[in-house]
């Protein structure tokens, strides 16, 4: 077939006059499909319903350390529930420490310790002229959020097939003090699926910062989240904590990881790891903050999912789930917009999105005409700071939400809007 850049004005006029047939036909059928946000379908979510009556009135409320579930205490976490998570961070539960629900809140928390009260004796962020941070695109939005909430200076940075542009990271963080840290999700990206290599984990590690006060926000939000129960299958990350072991920046990160996707988003526990320096200075800010979070949700957790075997056969499940999601949205993409020339997209082993590049300047226009047609996708611009896409081309698809045949449907939806939008393009050229 000829692709669209190569059809003269009248074939593609004529495409316009049968993807516009097509079009409104979706519209006439007053479709509301959702493709906006990374949420776990309710198949994946009953799953995890028996966890909810894993605590029965006749349990022992208290843990191994006889510390009482129902009362006040246990600032870091329960001593099981440190064992669990560090076994999601590949850290010692010495280093972690195990909070409420949303890794989200961990971050935007430890943002703001670093804006109040600076770290490790440097100056308080509050107090400089400047703060910048490195942000890869595309990105997680709910990250470039909680930084713009702040007033610091999001800088792009683009990302490559191992990871964020190291050349253009390196030179950022050793010209620039302001310049105070990175966002990072390693594993499975959001929205790409990336998977950091060895090579830039290293670098991140070792590489020279002009700030003493650098700080790798290291978002490991997918690092149980494969598509597939096959080892051979399935990504493997580096440990950041290692890397700057070996580096002799000990202080340079902090491990973030949560159960949100595992057992029930808004139910489940979340947790931090970092150098044993970085973990009792946030336990001294915390002291202040709270005397200790949910511990019958924690105990849940650990009885409910007990190790790193027992997570992962429970994430075997959710992949048996969302496996055929994403080999949909691959194969809708390969037969509905291969030959036409218009479009990119990511071919992820794991997480919860699929990163597509329209034809530049048609993102925002592909978005609406989907929201006319009864499909809400994540906005255009989403996955860059400030929601500004210098090439209005990025589109995040999240495949997991709806039930297969709904996924169809949108899919079919999103395919006629990408080459709607690249037609009317190439014709206003």
């Not at 003269?8 to 509301?32: I, M, P, R, V, W």
């Amino acid at each position: 077939m000829t692709t669209y850049a190569q059809m003269t004005t009248e074939e593609l006029q004529s495409e316009l006059a049968s993807l516009q047939d097509a079009y409104n036909g979706f519209k006439a059928k007053g479709l509301s499909l959702n493709m906006a946000r990374g949420k776990p379908a309710s198949s994946q979510l009953d799953l995890s319903m028996p966890m909810l009556d894993i605590m029965t009135s006749t349990s022992d409320p208290h843990a191994a350390d006889g510390s009482d579930l129902r009362n006040y205490g246990v600032l870091d976490g329960l001593p099981e529930a440190k064992e669990l998570m560090a076994s999601m961070l590949e850290d010692d539960p010495a280093n972690v420490i195990v909070f409420g629900n949303s890794s989200l809140n961990i971050m935007y928390d430890t943002i703001a310790r670093l804006w109040m009260f600076g770290t490790q004796g440097s100056t308080p962020w509050c107090k400089l002229d400047s703060v910048k941070f490195i942000c890869p695109v595309p990105g997680y939005d709910r990250h470039f959020g909680v930084t713009q909430e702040f007033g610091i200076e999001m800088i792009p940075v683009p990302m490559n097939e191992d990871g964020p542009d190291m050349d253009a990271v390196e030179k950022l963080a050793a010209e620039d003090a302001a310049v105070k840290g990175i966002w990072c999700v390693p594993k499975y990206s959001n929205p790409g699926g990336v998977t950091y290599s060895d090579e830039v984990v290293r670098r991140l590690a070792s590489m020279k910062t002009a700030a003493e006060d650098f700080r790798i926000m290291w978002d490991n939000a997918y690092t149980v989240h494969h598509l597939s129960a096959d080892p051979a299958q399935q990504d493997q990350l580096l440990d950041i904590a290692k890397a700057c072991a070996e580096a002799g920046t000990t202080e340079r990160y902090y491990k973030f990881a949560s159960t949100s996707k595992v057992t029930l988003p808004g139910a489940g526990i979340a947790a931090m790891a970092a150098s044993p320096a970085n973990i009792a200075e946030v336990k001294k800010r915390m002291g202040v903050q709270t005397i200790g979070h949910d511990k019958i949700n924690q105990m849940r957790h650990v009885l409910f999912l007990k190790d790193a075997q027992g997570i992962a056969e429970h994430m075997a499940k959710h992949a048996a789930i969302i496996a055929p999601k994403f080999e949909l949205v691959l194969s809708k993409l390969e037969s509905g917009l291969a030959e036409c020339g218009v479009g990119t997209w990511t071919k992820p082993r794991g997480g919860y999105f699929v990163s597509f590049d329209a034809a530049e300047g048609t993102a925002k226009r592909v978005v609406a005409l989907a929201k006319e047609a009864g499909v809400t996708m994540t906005g255009a611009g989403a996955t860059w700071p400030y929601k500004n896409d210098p090439q209005d081309s990025n589109i995040r698809i999240a495949p997991t939400l709806p039930p297969l045949e709904e996924l169809d449907q949108a899919l079919d939806v999103f395919v006629v809007c990408v080459k709607l939008a690249a037609v009317e393009k190439l014709l206003a050229a």
